[in-house]
């Protein structure tokens, strides 16, 4: 069993910083990338940032140059560090993981996190 546990989410001033940890545990054989994803209210989840296990990153357009990600993929933690907050960046967030849980599978199946709520008041 898989489990990715988030932490660091709460409410915080607009301009203001949070950062954001996941880690995953269980019966894992392999990670070949773990990122952040978000949900407002009302709105479909979005992708925020991702990092492959070769170090590349990937982020949405919203967050370029506010948001970091970072982590160390061989033992299965992400973090996310969030500055320059601004209210719409309120959401869940969610850790994402694509997973093989042994050396047979043909390919990484994607696990989430429970979410942590990031509020940013005007």
């Known amino acids: 069993q898989v489990q990715l546990v988030e932490s660091g989410g709460g409410l915080v001033q607009a301009g203001g910083s949070l950062r954001l940890s996941c880690t995953a545990s269980?019966?894992?054989?392999?990670?070949?990338?773990m990122g952040w994803y978000r949900q407002a209210p009302g709105k479909q989840r979005e992708l925020v940032a991702t990092?492959?296990?070769?170090?590349?990153?990937n982020y949405a357009d919203s967050v370029k140059g506010r948001f970091t990600i970072s982590g160390d993929i061989n033992k299965n933690t992400v973090y996310l560090e969030m500055n320059s907050l601004k209210p719409e960046d309120t959401a869940v967030y969610y850790c994402?993981?694509?997973?093989?849980?042994?050396?047979?599978?043909?390919?990484?199946?994607?696990?989430w996190g429970q979410g942590t709520q990031v509020t940013v008041s005007s």
């Open positions: 990092i492959t296990s070769a170090g590349s990153t």
């Open positions: 269980g019966s894992i054989f392999s990670i070949n990338a």
């Open positions: 994402n993981a694509d997973i093989k849980i042994h050396s047979g599978m043909l390919r990484h199946y994607p696990y």
